[in-house]
């Protein structure tokens, strides 16, 4: 028996994924929502066999928000849970030069998905139940010059699911705002962290279940970045401003 | 990076990569010198190339399944430990299974592994029904007893060294329940032991642990246990409504390094001494879950830690039956004289060759494990040349310290697969350092 249906925004992300795995094997039937989903072939007969539930992929671009009202009219069932994993870091020189790749940067973490997840909400205020989780990023706790062009989009969608929250918590429908510091994905191949500080999807992915089941409005993933984000905040500016960080 | 495998030795830095995607695989091999890595529990360097070393871990999605067949389509990066957790619930079990489920696909396919079960079963290879292999030119090749049979055949064993392979269809066996029926032998010696091989021969699995420290009359001493899969009905009444499931267990893990001197031979010999009577107490029919009886020691996760820092080697070669017993008692003479004797002295009879590179051969084969340290390193010299000497091979996937010479001596195979290579079937673009240090 299925327990509900998580439809998974960004499902090519490796986080998207390994809360998609976690989720399945926790009972609900998935709805994978990328672009280009038919590349997701793969992965949804890979979570059917694991976990024997049901899995269907869904056409869907953040960008696109026009299409953002059919898109959810034209999901087979209105999921319980949403999970919005899309985002788009860029390269922060190029960012910085490039006005059309600073806009993209700044739509795809936040106007896509402030846009999709706005859909979603109000389907689920007028069904009266349902769970909201954005990922969003520590980047969004204070600008850096090393990525304040994404961080800035980060902070924008950290707000919005924030004012979400407090609008839709008289409705029943709970909003998460995740917070993970580095994450071993694709994002992140090839740089150079230091590797105490990267998480794994899969610690996400427990996070994220944990939030939805207990009802958690914000979390970060590793407590480690708690800590860290409480002290960057706090570095007064006139110092910030000077520092490499 | 500082890479090794399960041994912990050699340990060399290499160039170690994950790809995502197919399209990031392809570019990377073709940028030559590439091995592919399962889950690293090869014991020496077979999935190491210091300049390639492509990491399988993201292709370990599970495609189809046949349920009327028992065929499973899969990635090469899936875990076996990941298909018995699925299919065992629905009354499937892999046909050859390895002594620890942490291995891959892919690996299991490039060592053609065997199981306690191959002198009536056969190799792994004999299950594996195609390959999707990415070869050197970028290509892929669906490879089968029938389309691009000789890549196949040289795939299946080959150790990785013809191509990655990206994608297989194996066939499972049917199970009635997760539990073995065992039985254990008590053999005085070594001769008794094979006699009691060759009388089990209808037994589907069979497996000796051996008691290395004997000599003279007892060279040899030795446990033999047997087992069946076990029907529905004689599964424990406590489990009996659900026998394809098993109670959880707890893991241990192994805390840190272990200094080396834990593991000398005194405290090898209480552990034989100890098992071996045991044996003899227990020897009526036992019922034994599948994770115990098939993988006793991934219940303590990082015991490869246990040897020390050095690391440590496996010796594991195989006899043909005619000198086997001969052989057999020198190798076990040798070790007991030099008194650096292993936890894991285990006996295995073998059946035929399946694929061209297979290791097993019609015999008996006979694995140990050693801390790296001179005295162990020159014992293990000595086990090379009396299994030279008595025309037996050596297991590529445990081998960490051969030597060239030795292994061109023990397979005559090499030149075969050696000229198929050069006549252009596979352009040496893969390799690993294994591969480089033995001359393959
Ligand atoms: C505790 C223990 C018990 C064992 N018991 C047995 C046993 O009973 N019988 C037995 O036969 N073996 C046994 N082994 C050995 C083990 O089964 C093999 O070494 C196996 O190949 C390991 O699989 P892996 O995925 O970890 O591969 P790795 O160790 O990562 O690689 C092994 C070889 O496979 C190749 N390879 C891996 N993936 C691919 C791929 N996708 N395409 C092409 N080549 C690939 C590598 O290049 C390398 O040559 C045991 C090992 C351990 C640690
Ligand atoms: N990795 C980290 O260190 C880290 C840290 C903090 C926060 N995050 C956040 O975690 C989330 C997941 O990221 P990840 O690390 O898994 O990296 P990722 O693989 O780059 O994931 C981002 C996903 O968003 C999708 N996407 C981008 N634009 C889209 C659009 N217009 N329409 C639909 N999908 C779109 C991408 O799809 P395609 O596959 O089609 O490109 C990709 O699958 C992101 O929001 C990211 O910002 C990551």
């Keep these: 028996m299925s327990k509900g249906i998580a439809l998974i925004l960004g499902a090519r992300s490796a986080i998207a994924m390994a809360i998609a795995h976690l989720f399945a094997k926790n009972g609900y039937d998935i709805q994978l929502a990328a672009r280009n989903p038919d590349s997701l072939a793969a992965d949804k007969s890979d979570i059917e066999l694991r976990y024997k539930v049901t899995v269907t992929w869904h056409d869907f671009d953040a960008l696109n928000i026009a299409s953002h009202e059919q898109f959810v009219e034209q999901l087979p069932l209105l999921p319980d849970i949403a999970v919005c994993a899309v985002g788009y870091m860029g390269d922060q020189t190029e960012n910085e030069r490039d006005m059309k790749v600073t806009s993209m940067v700044m739509r795809s973490n936040y106007e896509g998905p402030a846009s999709i997840l706005a859909v979603l909400a109000n389907s689920f205020e007028a069904r009266g139940s349902g769970c909201l989780v954005g990922i969003s990023s520590v980047a969004g706790e204070r600008g850096r010059a090393t990525n304040y062009i994404y961080g800035s989009a980060k902070a924008g969608f950290t707000v919005f699911l924030s004012g979400l929250r407090n609008r839709l918590s008289k409705k029943n429908v709970h909003v998460v705002t995740v917070l993970p510091g580095f994450v071993a994905t694709k994002m992140i191949d090839g740089m150079d962290l230091p590797s105490k500080l990267i998480g794994q999807p899969e610690e996400v992915a427990v996070g994220v279940l944990k939030a939805v089941q207990k009802k958690q409005n914000v979390i970060y993933v590793k407590p480690i970045w708690q800590l860290i984000m409480v002290i960057i905040r706090n570095i007064p500016e006139r110092f910030f401003k000077r520092m490499n960080i | ?440």
């Design chain 2, 1 to 440: 990076m500082i890479l090794s495998g399960w041994g912990r030795y050699p340990r060399i830095d290499a160039k170690l990569s994950a790809p995502r995607n197919e399209k990031d695989l392809r570019a990377l091999v073709l940028k030559g010198n590439a091995i592919a890595r399962g889950n690293g529990r090869a014991y020496g360097d077979s999935a190491v190339s210091t300049q390639n070393t492509l990491h399988m871990k993201y292709f370990n999605r599970m495609l189809a399944f046949d349920a009327e067949h028992g065929q499973l389509v899969a990635q090469a990066g899936v875990l076996l430990a990941d298909i018995i957790d699925v299919f065992l619930p629905l009354g499937w079990f892999p046909y050859v299974t390895p002594g620890t489920k942490f291995v891959t696909l892919g690996g299991m396919i490039a060592a053609d592994v065997h199981g306690k079960n191959h002198h009536k079963e056969g190799s792994f290879a004999k299950y594996v029904e195609w390959i999707d292999l990415l070869t050197s030119d970028g290509s892929i090749k669906r490879c089968s007893a029938i389309e691009n049979s000789d890549l196949f055949k040289w795939t299946l064993g080959g150790m990785g060294l013809t191509g990655i392979v990206l994608r297989a269809a194996i066939r499972l066996r049917p199970v009635q329940s997760a539990w073995i029926e065992q039985r254990t032998l008590v053999a005085d010696n070594i001769g008794h032991a094979i006699e009691l091989f060759e009388q089990s021969h209808d037994v589907t699995y069979s497996v000796a642990w051996i008691d290395c420290l004997q000599k003279g009359k007892s060279i040899g001493r030795s446990l033999i246990m047997l087992g069946e899969h076990a029907d529905a009905l004689i599964v424990p009444s406590k489990y009996r409504k659900t026998p394809l499931q098993i109670p959880r267990k707890r893991k241990l893990r192994v805390p840190l390094e272990f200094p080396s001197w834990s593991l000398n031979s005194l405290s090898v010999r209480a552990f034989n001494e100890l098992y071996y009577w045991n044996g003899k107490r227990k020897r009526d029919q036992q019922l034994v879950d599948w994770d115990s009886y098939f993988y006793p020691l991934d219940s303590i996760l990082g015991w490869n830690k246990i040897y020390g820092r050095r690391g440590f080697a496996q010796f594991q070669c195989v006899l043909p039956l005619k000198t086997a017993d001969d052989g057999l008692r020198a190798l076990l003479s040798a070790i007991a004289s030099t008194r650096v004797g292993s936890f894991l002295a285990v006996l295995k009879r073998f059946g035929a060759q399946d694929s061209n590179f297979s290791f097993p051969m019609e015999g008996y084969s006979l694995a140990l494990d050693f801390p790296v340290n001179k005295g162990s390193l020159d014992l293990m010299k000595r086990l090379d040349s009396i299994t030279l000497e008595y025309g037996g091979r050596f297991y590529l996937a445990k081998d960490s310290r051969m030597s060239r010479n030795v292994f061109q001596h023990s397979e005559p195979r090499a030149k075969d697969y050696l000229s198929y290579r050069n006549k252009g079937a596979i352009p040496a673009v893969f390799g690993s350092a294994q591969s480089e240090r033995l001359g393959l």
